[in-house]
């Protein structure tokens, strides 16, 4: 596959090219467990899903087997697991195959898992070896029932051409397909490349994959400097999951950085503009609560947990009261 573009675009372009492109893809009471969650169809106050990814917990290094029955005991109806849990656990049992099975019994699905192959590198050799650390990460991901998994631009060091970053995402694509796990393209606020909703948008459309899908997180759109208004150029289909957060009026965006995430609804984000936007677009995906505070992970992971769900449902049922 080529990775040399007809013409080198101006960043505006690529931009403007996003934004047609979106036009053409826009056309287009507490639950006790998360079985009872997953049966229970969205309503108007709540239209969207629930998920923990294990990054809120991370401090407390509970280990994957635990964060599944701590999940599904506070509600959630989906687990977001990093790839790396799913490594320690196979090599403390040997397979998978137990914490499958848990995972199916528990009612929850897994929404995601996160990796950080760094498929999009300039170096080939260095790149080929990412597709093949991403195939093995995929297929442990297909292991405990998931789908997809994150891609987002890691060893990005510098700018580069979105149309070379669509080919090689769409590469990543084609790897996936033998374990039927997608990689969903993240954006990273802070990254050189793919930090804005319009550059995630050109690249998952010009990768030219009918699966390509997109990662967003409230925190990495503040940061990176994109407007919350852009998500209504999205498709809802587009977008299995968001990470949902919150974020504080200080550090400003310069200096604010993934430890000054905080609950939904305790920081400044506009929650209820994102959430009616999320909805007017057709999104009916998982919020994947992603927290990296210091300050919750030295409290019981039960406690933050909890405050994870309770605190989503509160600020998304808020959204839609009037």
């Given amino acids: 596959m080529t990775e040399q573009p007809n013409r080198k675009r101006t960043r505006r372009e690529v931009i403007a090219g996003a934004t047609a492109a979106l036009a053409v893809a ?10 009872q969650a997953d049966q229970s169809p969205a309503t108007g106050a709540e239209p969207f899903k629930y998920c923990l990814n294990t990054s809120t917990i991370r401090g407390q290094n509970i280990g994957i087997a635990a964060e599944v029955d701590l999940a599904a005991k506070v509600g959630f109806q989906a687990l977001e697991p990093w790839v790396s849990e799913l490594e320690t656990y196979k090599k403390k049992n040997g397979s998978l195959k137990d ?25 080939d050799a260095k790149r080929n070896a990412a597709i093949e650390q991403a195939k093995r990460e995929m297929d442990m991901v297909a292991q405990v029932g998931g789908t997809h998994i994150a891609a987002p631009p890691a060893g990005a060091t510098s700018d ?29 606020g802070h990254s050189k490349v793919l930090s804005k909703i319009g550059e995630v948008a050109y690249v998952a459309c010009e990768s030219h994959q009918f699966n ?26 587009a977008l299995p999951l968001i990470h949902t957060n919150d974020y504080p009026d200080k550090p400003d965006r310069a200096k604010i950085n993934d430890s000054f995430r905080v609950y939904p609804g305790d920081g400044v984000a506009p929650l209820k503009e994102i959430f009616h936007t999320l ?44």
């Fill in 99 to 123: 914490l499958r099975k848990q995972i199916d019994d528990s009612g929850l699905k897994i929404a995601d898992a996160i990796g950080f192959a760094p498929w999009i590198v300039d170096d």
């Fill in 212 to 237: 390509s899908a997109i990662l967003l997180d409230i925190y990495h759109i503040y940061k990176g400097g994109s407007d919350f208004s852009d998500l209504h150029l999205l498709a809802g289909k």
């Fill in 26 to 35: 826009g056309a287009a009471p507490l639950v006790r467990s998360a079985r």
């Fill in 279 to 322: 909805r007017s677009i057709g999104f009916d995906g998982y919020l994947s609560v992603e927290l990296f505070n210091r300050t919750y992970w030295k409290q019981s992971p039960l406690k933050v947990a909890q405050a994870s769900i309770d605190k989503t449902r509160a600020a998304l049922r808020n959204a839609f009261a009037d």
């Fill in 160 to 188: 580069m051409p979105l149309p070379v970053v669509a080919e090689r995402y769409a590469a990543l694509i084609e790897a996936g397909k033998m374990s039927g796990v997608t990689p969903i393209l993240e954006l990273w």
